[in-house]
């Protein structure tokens, strides 16, 4: 009998090779797609976002070819509450990854729940990492294609789900799975990168946290870092640290977002060298090549996805808190992302920066 495997199929080329390698590994591969209830244009680019109709007419296209049983299954709601935390985040003055939510609520959650149900051995995506068994073990680790690597998003996953999971594009690169897509002549094979933020179309979010909260969202001032008022902002849950653009002030030289204030409804800006901090405390904290930390430990800390790992010392810092002191200052550390922690392409651990 076949080793069983249900893999999520989100219409795209990654997800569509990481199933034809799995059936070409001799497994029995299931595919599923899971239905979000988005279905919209986005009128920018012209192009749908992904897990909408057009989406799973692909994936099913896609099974058809691989002879591969499919599905699809609504997990509507269940990916609304994740839109209304990424809004609350915003409204609490953080800045959220919403990526990292639905992988572990939905990709590595609901998607093992279903492969339960068929009595399924593994769950398997198409995302860029890899996982390896080390006495009893699991351990997440970087994908050899540096560029595409998706272990970041990744850092929340148990053992009980690395254990069951499969990522067939570890080992492989994004060059590699579109010649494969195209010799394979699958019908997703020139088909464009989804965009980060699936649910966020035109690239802006405040339209969405209009539609959600409009009625908590007011405008307040903007201060600098001597308390200084600048002028105004139509609201705080419309800035993240960092933010150059669209601050609406013209001081002579370039200011950013360095703090927000959700309590105050306060924007404060700064230089570019007010951005620059050395630590940051994180919680809800999730270990994988270790049980937890009991002393400071050398790591390279990654605080955003496009960031490159810093050198770093992770101090215990309370129940379930970590301190994390760089050697080098970072630039914008911001609240509501994931800091994640590496001992070169192995994933130690992460969790979620706190506010200041």
């Given at each position: ?54 989406d799973a007419n692909?994936?099913r296209s896609v ?294």
């Amino acid at each position: 009998m076949k080793t069983k495997v249900v893999i999520a199929m989100s219409g795209g080329v990654d997800s569509s090779v990481a199933a034809y390698f799995l059936v070409e590994q001799g497994y029995e591969v299931i595919g599923l797609f899971m239905r979000l209830g988005i279905d919209k244009l986005d009128t920018i680019t012209k192009t749908k976002v992904c897990c909408s109709l057009e989406d799973a007419n692909d994936a099913r296209s896609v099974a058809e070819q691989l002879d591969i049983q499919f599905h699809v299954l609504n997990f509507k709601d269940a990916f609304d509450r994740i839109i209304d935390a990424f809004c609350t985040e915003y409204l609490n003055g953080r800045t959220p990854n919403p990526c990292i939510l639905c992988n572990q609520e939905l990709k590595f959650g609901k998607l093992l729940d279903f492969a339960r149900m068929l009595n399924a051995d593994f769950i398997a995506t198409g995302h860029y990492a890899k996982v390896e068994k080390i006495a009893n073990r699991y351990l997440l680790k970087k994908g050899v294609d540096t560029l595409k690597d998706q272990s970041y998003v990744l850092f929340s996953l148990s053992q009980d789900q690395l254990s069951r999971t499969l990522f067939p594009l570890g080992t492989v690169t994004k060059e590699r799975v579109r010649q494969v897509a195209r010799d394979l002549n699958l019908k997703t094979k020139d088909k464009p990168e989804s965009q980060d933020i699936c649910f966020v179309l035109d690239n802006n979010y405040h339209t969405l946290l209009y539609e959600r909260f409009g009625n908590r969202i007011t405008p307040g001032v903007i201060k600098d870092t001597q308390g200084n008022i600048l002028g105004r902002h139509p609201g705080s849950p419309f800035f993240t640290i960092g933010q150059r653009k669209g601050l609406g002030i013209a001081l002579g030289t370039p200011r950013y977002v360095v703090d927000i204030n959700p309590q105050e409804n306060i924007v404060v800006i700064g230089t570019d060298e007010e951005l620059m901090e050395d630590e940051l405390v994180a919680s809800s904290l999730n270990w994988i090549s270790i049980d937890g930390l009991q002393s400071p430990l050398e790591v390279q800390a990654k605080i955003r996805y496009n960031h490159v790992p810093a050198p770093a010392v992770v101090y215990p810092h309370g129940v379930d808190k970590v301190r994390v002191v760089f050697k080098e200052p970072q630039r914008a550390i911001t609240p509501g992302q994931a800091v994640v922690f590496y001992h070169n392409d192995t994933v130690v651990g992460g969790g979620w920066i706190e506010r200041k």
